[in-house]
């Protein structure tokens, strides 16, 4: 399992999850190129390791595991894995 990032993350884009990710596979990070033009953050599912730390960092709440993603946002949990997928 993973975690996602869904809606409430976009165009807030607080970092904190970034910071306490001990994997660093949360992105784009504030020092890359992608980050002004990306709506939200993303995290990478082949490098999570469901530790959960980035979830209590969130202070917008957007932070969840992949099974507990809410109905309405069930879009962002293939939106994190296809930003990846695009940067291949």
Do not use: S
């Not at 399992?1 to 807030?12: G, K, L, R, S």
């Not at 890359?32 to 709440?61: R, T």
Request: charge should be negative; hydrophobic fraction near 40%.
């Amino acid at each position: 399992m993973t975690y996602v990032i869904a809606e409430p993350c976009v165009n807030t884009k607080d970092t904190a999850c970034v910071d306490v990710c001990p994997v660093d596979c949360i992105h784009p990070r504030k020092d890359e190129e992608d980050f002004a033009k990306e709506a939200l953050l993303y995290i990478d599912p082949e490098v999570c390791i469901d530790c959960g730390a980035c979830e209590p960092a969130c202070p917008v709440q957007a932070i969840f595991p992949a099974d507990l993603v809410p109905e309405k946002w069930a879009n962002y949990t293939a939106m994190n894995a296809d930003w990846y997928k695009a940067k291949g």
